[in-house]
């Protein structure tokens, strides 16, 4: 069992029973559920709108190169540089390359569960520079030394209380303060750093190909402040975030808001066609882009598993899982949790390592009812199972244990060759601790019920 599968298991079973943990997941998830049924009002007709953008996620992967082309051919005429990334490791490469060009101290970054794919914070700190979160919930988990727990809403764990007291640690700010003077008081700070910052850091919702323009969409406006106050910006993006078309917005802009916050749309929905212009009297000098692939391609090349990459990270999923309800997102180890973590983690961090993610699921289907664009997540969950169930190798051991089960578990005649007490035995020694300390294994009966009723014995 591979330390990843291991780490897993026992943090799962250790949040599980978390209460707090549980309280605060559930109050909060609950409020989504419910504004989100409110924003799906908007929609006429909600799973016609389903389907259409299925469609246009769909005609993107079917014809992604030419798709990607355009996009480039028109970004790099606009005034933007686009530089390709293979691997994590040279995006990371990339971006402080152009910091220390550029000659950069200071940097605030808008959320970007890219950037998080990169350890980005972790990198830039090592190299010394001044690196800032500005939405809220991240400058929240960064402030605590923590990652995002939630694609949409990093601070999802914490309760307002958990932040107060946070705040006063490190801040010494009035012990119980109201969630509106937390954010006030972060609004204040960061102000400062917004001006005199030499670079900002953002991601990407959509890259539209016809006109060669990067869509953020956020409610706090401090994505806009981050693209438009320094004099450089990298926006870092995977390359499955394309869509044809700036009409396709229309429909994805709003089905993003309802599935992401419950919203009829986001606050802030900002376009960036590149640097800017002569006639222009603010924005950055430098626009760069870094597509990234990080097994991306790879993913692109299999078959049905790449309709994962049709996701727009609304976090909808998350949301209804009953695994991502109750382990939270810190027990993946991933960025992407949830349904559509275990399906593309695998595929980005290393299939060996985290296939086992592909399993925390109980493929009850909610997760492809409520994805917006309609992929068939359990169905791929399914071909990831089969890919590790043929490609990962298993202890002799197991192996083993498996072929003798199953050989019995076919042939009713076989297990009636031994006695409960016998199974008891058996089961017992072969599964001890595996179900966790919470719960016991049931017990077999004295005899099977096939031999009472040839027995002619009452069978209750």
């Known amino acids: 069992m591979s330390r990843r599968k291991k780490y897993f298991i026992k943090e799962s079973a250790k949040i599980s029973f978390d209460l707090k943990h549980r309280k605060t997941i559930r109050f909060n998830i609950g409020r989504y559920l419910t504004a989100v049924e409110r924003g799906k009002t908007q929609f006429a007709k909600y799973q016609e709108a389903r389907e259409i953008a299925n469609g246009i996620k769909n005609e993107v992967l079917s014809n992604f190169s030419d798709t990607l082309n355009q996009f480039e051919k028109n970004f790099t005429a606009n005034g933007g540089q686009i530089i390709y990334a293979a691997t994590k490791e040279e995006a990371v490469t990339e971006i402080l390359k ?155 802009l709003p089905l993003l808001a309802t599935n992401g916050t419950g919203q009829l749309i986001s606050a802030y929905n900002t376009m960036i066609f590149g640097p800017r212009r002569n006639d222009e009297m603010d924005g950055p000098e430098k626009v760069f882009l870094i597509l990234l692939d990080n097994g991306r391609t790879e993913l692109y090349n299999k078959k049905y598993l790449n309709l994962s990459l049709a996701c727009i990270r609304c976090g909808a999923c998350l949301n209804v899982c009953p695994i991502y309800q109750n382990i939270g997102g810190y027990t993946y180890e991933t960025p992407y949790t949830g349904p559509i973590g275990s399906i593309i983690s695998p595929h980005y961090e290393g299939f060996e390592e985290f296939n086992h993610l592909s399993f925390a699921s109980t493929l009850c289907g909610k997760c492809a009812e409520v994805c917006p664009v309609k992929i068939p997540l359990t169905d791929l969950l399914l071909y990831n199972r089969d890919l590790a169930v043929r490609t990962t190798k298993t202890d002799k051991a197991w192996d083993i244990g498996i072929n003798m089960m199953t050989n019995y578990l076919l042939s009713r005649e076989k297990l009636d060759r031994f006695s409960g007490s016998f199974k008891n035995i058996f089961a017992q020694s072969l599964l001890k601790n595996r179900l966790g300390k919470k719960k016991s294994f049931p017990r077999f009966a004295k005899r099977s019920f096939s031999s009472s009723v040839k027995r002619k014995e009452n069978v209750k």
């Open 98 to 252: 152009i910091a220390k060009a550029e000659k950069v101290k200071t940097i605030v970054k808008s959320k970007s569960i890219t950037t998080e794919e990169l350890r980005l914070n972790e990198v830039l700190e090592e190299e010394g520079y001044k690196n800032y979160e500005t939405d809220l919930g991240e400058f929240i988990v960064q402030v605590a030394g923590e990652k995002p727990y939630h694609i949409v809403t990093p601070a999802m764990h914490k309760s307002k209380e958990d932040i107060a007291e946070l705040f006063t640690e490190k801040f010494d700010t009035p012990e119980n303060s109201s969630p509106e003077y937390i954010t006030n008081f972060v609004r204040e700070f960061l102000r400062k750093e917004f001006q005199q910052a030499d670079l900002g850091i953002s991601g990407a919702n959509f890259l539209v190909a016809d006109k060669g323009a990067i869509s953020i969409t956020e409610n706090e406006g401090n994505a806009l402040l981050s693209t438009s106050f320094p004099k450089v910006h990298i926006a870092i993006a995977g390359i499955e975030k394309l869509l044809p078309r700036m009409t396709d917005l229309g429909l994805l």
